[in-house]
């Protein structure tokens, strides 16, 4: 019944912006944290960005910490990852998800479909 849907994605220019957007449906997003996830070719899936439902308080990997906003939007069911200052480290496959998050540990529940996002030099 939950279903998350990314869009958003892209190819751009080292130094650019994308904002990926997460619609959810299927369940009432203020109850839930949530999170944003990358995989690059060849390696392991990476949580990048974590938001606590209950008081707001987010986590940033180091690769992405100062460039990535994470936000949620309750009343249009949305979650964003605003993504500045792109390098081509931040090639890789993003995805949404609920998580669990307790600070340093966010884990992944449902998922969304993913989208590309594809940095050039």
């Known amino acids: 019944q939950v279903k998350l849907v990314e869009s958003g994605g892209g190819s751009v220019q080292t130094g650019g912006s994308l904002t990926l957007s997460c619609a959810t449906s299927g369940f009432t997003l203020d109850y839930w944290s949530m999170g944003w996830f990358r995989q690059a070719p060849g390696k392991e899936r990476e949580g990048i960005s974590c938001i606590r439902t209950h008081d707001g308080d987010t986590y940033y990997a180091d690769s992405v910490k100062g460039r990535f906003t994470i936000s949620k939007h309750n009343r249009n069911n949305t979650v964003l990852l605003q993504m500045n200052d792109l390098i081509p480290e931040d090639t890789a496959i993003y995805y949404c998800?609920?998580?669990?998050?307790?600070?340093?540990?966010?884990?992944?529940?449902?998922w969304g479909q993913g989208t590309q996002v594809t940095v050039s030099s």
């Open positions: 998800a609920t998580v669990y998050y307790s600070g340093p540990i966010c884990r992944g529940d449902n």
